[in-house]
């Protein structure tokens, strides 16, 4: 069965933090994404990466960043966390190539910025 | 750049009858996908169903059915037979088939299923 997981369900940080979110697929895909889902506005891509060490920025990347050393985490990283990056944070992995293949969502992260 | 534009915020229907949600899209693109995502409450996102662009026939998953008019950019979800289990946000997503593999996402419906 497949599977993307997150490390937190829920968390709490305060503003001027940085805040390290991680992701982990075990279906060996080389592509991974970062979204925020905010309601109102569906969901948003911030980063993704088609490969270890590769990373291209999506529609919103001010304020993070993303790390990818292995294949199988994707991380973001919230350099200084601000009350406006309060949202609700998904993870999703794919089969490269140009077909349309499915993305696989993790749970998400809601992350609450005081 | 593409968009997609779901005017429905929410939904409701009752059990056992059949839905109807909504999805526009925009783009210059010949080729590319379009998908229905359900994320259920506290749940994980799946895919609900697929339409290839270059094919005429509409996508059909059991109960779930798209109305597909690549002329007019348009791309609907039918839920028949609508179940108790339907009940979640729905997202409807594009993406190109060249290029980036990302996936650009509509605003969501939420459908609500009354018993």
């Known amino acids: 069965d497949v599977k993307v997981t997150q490390s937190s369900r829920y968390l709490v940080k305060r503003t001027g933090e940085k805040v390290f979110l991680e992701c982990v697929q075990d279906?060996?895909?080389?592509?991974m994404f970062w979204y925020r889902q905010d309601p109102g506005l569906g969901l948003r891509l911030i980063y993704f990466?088609?490969?270890?060490?590769?990373?291209e920025k999506g529609d919103i990347p001010e304020g993070y960043s993303v790390s990818r050393e292995k294949k199988e985490r994707f991380s973001l990283i919230l350099e200084s966390a601000s009350t406006n990056q309060t949202s609700m944070y998904l993870c999703?992995?794919?089969?490269?190539?140009?077909?349309?293949?499915?993305?696989?969502f993790g749970p998400g992260t809601r992350l609450t910025v005081t | 750049a593409q968009t997609v534009t779901q005017s429905q915020p929410e939904m409701s229907v009752q059990e056992a009858e059949t839905v109807t949600l909504s999805c526009t899209y925009d783009?210059?693109?010949?080729?590319?996908?379009l998908f229905w995502y359900k994320q259920p409450p506290s749940r994980q996102m799946i895919l609900v169903i697929r339409q290839e662009a270059y094919k005429q026939q509409n996508a059909t998953e059991n109960r779930f059915s798209v109305n597909f008019q690549k002329a007019a950019k348009s791309f609907s979800l039918k839920i028949s037979d609508s179940q108790l289990g339907d009940a979640a946000m729905y997202f409807c997503a594009y993406r190109s088939a060249a290029g980036a593999q990302k996936l650009v996402f509509g605003q969501g419906t939420r459908l609500t299923i009354n018993p």
């Open positions: 783009t210059s693109e010949s080729d590319y996908y």
């Open positions: 999703a992995s794919s089969r490269p190539g140009l077909a349309g293949f499915e993305q696989y």
């Open positions: 279906m060996d895909h080389e592509n």
């Open positions: 990466s088609y490969d270890v060490k590769m990373k």
